[in-house]
């Protein structure tokens, strides 16, 4: 049972573990080369600003991708704690950094699939992780007792926990995280000097694809540098289907009905593709534990009442996983179930609520 707790590092991530952990009870020493911060995440009631005078029960190293290894093997010789886990999210440097030493089967990697744009402890929240994926990598030689301390901290944090082995994680992550956002950035980064006018034009698809763009970069720099060669292969491939698709838009370009129809094709290919893989991702978000939850709500069918809810829906489009229909009883009546991961399903009931929809409607 996990008791006492080191967090390494008091930033967005480290104060909001130490918040979380501290509101379970757990004695938290609080550690950064910069104290005020580790003040601040004091204040904040993340934990003390001390070092623990035993080794810990567990550690949790808090601190940017590119010296998680050399702050590992620091604290490991050290004795800091029993057993240590990180929020690196980039798995293998620190497996490197340790696979000689003698403390290999005291280190679990760890990712919290979680974030903010605004760095630092003042962001931090307790409730950070509720609900959200919490990756943990062991090694071949991480033994049975640190990776069950790791697997108690994801559930003191109110986590969902995933165990993958360490190349796997980070070959998936660079798919699903890091190559999305350098896409955002590189689409952002066609905004920068964009004309007014076009500005004004711009809707929630827009802001959804460039949302992640706006995080910290120097933080991203460094989790990009740390998975580079997995993140270079994907990205080359995804040049390549780029290139493919330019060449299809320029054979639309020719008067030429032959290239007209070999460009419409890979074209409709790609589509057809996105639209497979957008099923793929809103198939796969309510595995792994996450609970989902159903908003039910009950129209009449009058003239454009369904445009109006819709309208709202669209709002919090990021985070539902499906729309139904449903013909109720009365010969007017529908109801509208919409499938949400959590915490949205509550905002969008209380905001449906609010305009005054009819919510949770028996049919």
């Known amino acids: 049972m996990i008791r006492t707790t080191a967090v390494v590092g008091t930033g967005l991530i480290g104060t909001s573990v130490g918040l979380a952990l501290s509101s379970r009870g757990v004695d938290v ?3 950064d080369i910069d104290e ?9 009631g993340a934990g003390t600003v001390s070092a623990p005078a035993h080794p810990v029960d567990i550690a949790v190293l808090a601190v940017p991708p590119h010296v ?8 490991q010789s050290r004795g800091l704690a029993r057993t240590y886990t990180d929020v690196a999210g980039v798995t293998g440097p620190a497996y490197r950094a340790v696979r000689s030493g003698p403390h290999l089967a005291d280190y ?3 990712h919290p699939m979680t974030g903010g744009e605004q760095p630092g402890p003042l962001a931090a929240r307790r409730d950070l992780f509720e609900d959200r994926r919490w990756v943990l990598t062991p090694g071949p030689a991480t033994s049975q007792s640190a990776l069950n301390r790791s697997l108690e901290l994801v559930s003191l944090c109110r986590a969902v926990p995933v165990v993958m082995d360490p190349a796997s994680h980070d070959r998936a992550i660079a798919l699903v995280s890091h190559v ?7 689409m952002a980064a066609r905004l920068e000097n964009a004309p007014a006018e076009a500005l004004r034009l711009v809707g929630q698809e827009v802001r959804e694809l460039t949302g992640i763009a706006g995080e910290d970069p120097q933080l991203w720099s460094e989790i990009l540098r740390a998975n580079v060669s997995t993140v270079a ?3 080359g491939d995804l040049a390549t289907h780029l290139d493919a698709t330019l060449g299809a838009l320029h054979d639309l370009a020719l008067d030429a009905p032959e290239a007209q129809e070999r ?3 890979v074209l409709e290919d790609l589509l057809h593709r ?6 793929a991702v809103r198939g796969r978000a309510l595995d792994h534990g996450t609970r989902s939850a159903t908003v039910s709500v009950g129209i009449e069918g009058r003239p454009g009442e369904l445009r109006r809810l819709l309208s709202v829906v669209e709002e919090f489009k990021r985070h539902t996983t499906g729309i139904d229909v449903e013909q109720c009883a009365r010969p007017s009546g529908l109801r509208i179930r919409i499938d949400a991961l959590p915490p949205t399903a509550g905002l969008l009931e209380a905001r449906l609520k609010e305009e005054g929809w009819n919510v949770l409607a028996p049919c």
Request: glycine residues 12%.
């Open 108 to 110: 679990v990697g760890g």
């Open 36 to 44: 005020r911060t580790a003040r601040v995440a004091a204040a904040l």
């Open 29 to 31: 020493h609080l550690i």
């Open 68 to 75: 998680t290894s050399k702050v590992l093997t620091e604290q």
């Open 263 to 265: 460009g419409l094709a």
């Open 274 to 279: 996105g639209q497979r893989g957008t099923s």
């Open 180 to 186: 999305p956002h350098v896409v955002s950035a590189l």
């Open 233 to 235: 292969e994907i990205l």
